[in-house]
């Protein structure tokens, strides 16, 4: 899915016409839709587009529903969820059956949220179920809106309604992509200034050089396969002098004020050297930074390679910098020129990695194996019920779990969900953030 779409999401207790809905929704609108990766039930969102706006919908429905008690606890999740993710929720109510407690166990979330929430009455196949309407009313939500999935009614005025009210996007995230912006940090002497200037000879493509925000900062904007990149606070680094001598205090500040100001840190090591303190201070602001990285391991030219070589290194970093695991590594050299645009074309899949949006049927297909395969234990009596899982951040992707007791989730089981999270859908170089909600 595109980040920067609004998402619509659908919700409802079941068997209101939710997929019903979703399918109506798709097939008038020629949307596109998508399979999601790893369900097994197809058409879980669709691309819509409709009177030149473009939205995603969701139907959250076809959650593993179960009977008795458990049913408002999920649908609540559901809304939650909902409510965390979209611009907009189309609530669905059956105008056969009228108000079922189920649905106003969601009413009062609704209400309370400052989202628009539309009310879709549906299966008003004909006008005698519209005279019945008082109680949707008596709901307190916006008017109702008709619809029936059978005769495929009312459903273009549904969209219309939908396009008028979402928020207006940033369109032009679609068209171009934004600039990447790039930190290269490392200590003194990796050859941050050789790579900066190497890649500057190998694309002819520049853009401009130019003052960054602070009074010293220089910006360069390198453009490459297409893609503008925007290498930032290189004061200092092409005339490579001047920072020599830097205090190690002064690298690692360095190194924090240009990381802030960037989507993606390249942190460079010396392969002649081994990791330092300085490398893991950098390594760990990085990550509390919410940055997604590339690793550059520089002056492999100088490194007398055999077929154990390379394996030997990949473990001493993964001993030394172990919380940078799930980040891809770039043996370069700056002085030969070996592999040095491969760092920029790393940065943009790390880049891409960062700005994705699962989502959230394929996020709670996950969750539902990883529970069953191995649920929360309990912690000091309680065990943690982890109900929904919805996306609702990138850069860097961000996580919001619904459940109870879920303030319990230790420790290890996050770096299990964490762990299968990247395993299923990659997210190669960015770090993954998880919050937790009681519901
Ligand atoms: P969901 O569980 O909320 O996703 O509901 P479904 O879309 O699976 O629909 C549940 C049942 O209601 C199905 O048998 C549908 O055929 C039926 N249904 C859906 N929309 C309408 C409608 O507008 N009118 C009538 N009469 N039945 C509908
Ligand atoms: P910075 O302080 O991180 O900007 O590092 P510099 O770019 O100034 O490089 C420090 C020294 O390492 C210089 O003498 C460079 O010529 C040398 N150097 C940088 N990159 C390489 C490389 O890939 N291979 C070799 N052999 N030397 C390098």
Redo the contacts with the bound molecule.
């Keep these: 899915m595109e980040t920067g779409r609004p998402i619509v999401a ?1 919700v ?12 109506r929704i798709a097939g008038n609108s020629h949307a596109v839709v998508h399979d999601t990766p790893g369900v097994t039930r197809d058409r879980n969102y669709a691309d819509v587009e409709w009177e030149d706006r473009s939205f995603t919908i969701v ?1 959250t ?2 959650l593993d529903i179960d009977p008795g008690d458990q049913l408002i606890d999920n649908v609540q999740s559901q809304v939650n969820a909902a409510l965390a993710e979209a611009s907009l929720v189309l609530f ?1 109510v ?3 059956t009228g108000i079922m407690p189920h649905d106003m166990a969601v009413v009062d979330k609704l209400r309370a949220s400052d989202k628009p929430i539309f009310l879709v009455v ?4 004909n006008d005698r179920f519209r005279n019945e309407a008082a109680e949707f009313y008596a709901l307190g939500l916006a008017e109702p809106l008709w ?5 495929n ?1 009312g459903i273009r005025e549904l969209l219309d309604r939908v396009v008028e009210t979402l928020p207006e996007t940033d369109e032009t995230a679609h068209d171009a992509p934004a600039t990447v912006k790039i930190a290269i940090v490392g200590r003194p002497n990796v050859g941050k200034s050789s790579l900066i200037n190497s890649l500057l000879g190998e694309e002819r493509l520049i853009v401009d050089e130019r003052p960054g925000t602070t009074r010293d900062a220089v910006n360069i904007r390198i453009v490459h396969d297409n893609i503008p990149f925007e290498v930032v606070d290189t004061a200092g680094m092409r005339r490579k002098s001047a920072i020599n001598d830097e205090l190690e205090s002064a690298t690692v500040q360095r190194a924090i004020h240009s990381i802030r100001q960037s989507d993606i840190a390249v942190l460079v090591l010396d392969a002649t050297q081994d990791v330092a303190q300085q490398d893991k201070a950098i390594a760990h602001f990085i990550q509390r930074q919410g940055k997604a990285s590339v690793l550059v391991i520089n002056k492999w030219d100088l490194i007398d390679k055999d077929n154990t070589t390379h394996p030997t290194f990949m473990h001493a970093i993964d001993a030394q910098l172990p919380q940078l695991g799930y980040v891809p590594r770039v043996f370069a050299s700056a002085l030969s020129g070996q592999r040095v645009t491969q760092i920029l074309t790393t940065a943009l899949e790390v880049y891409r990695e960062y700005c994705t949006h699962i989502p959230t049927p394929a996020l709670n297909e996950l969750l539902t194996e990883l529970r069953n395969a191995h649920p929360p234990p309990r912690v000091k009596s309680a065990r943690p019920a982890l109900k929904y899982i919805t996306q609702v951040e990138t850069k860097p992707p961000t996580f919001l779990i619904f459940g109870r007791n879920v303030h319990r989730v230790q420790q290890p089981y996050e770096s299990y969900l964490v762990n299968s999270i990247r395993k299923e859908f990659g997210f190669h170089g960015t770090p993954i953030r998880i919050f937790y909600r009681r519901s």
């Design positions: 659908i409802g207790r079941p068997n209101v016409g939710k997929s019903s809905l979703f399918n139907d429905g076809g669905v059956d105008a056969r549906n299966k008003v196949d619809t029936s999935c059978v005769q009614d």
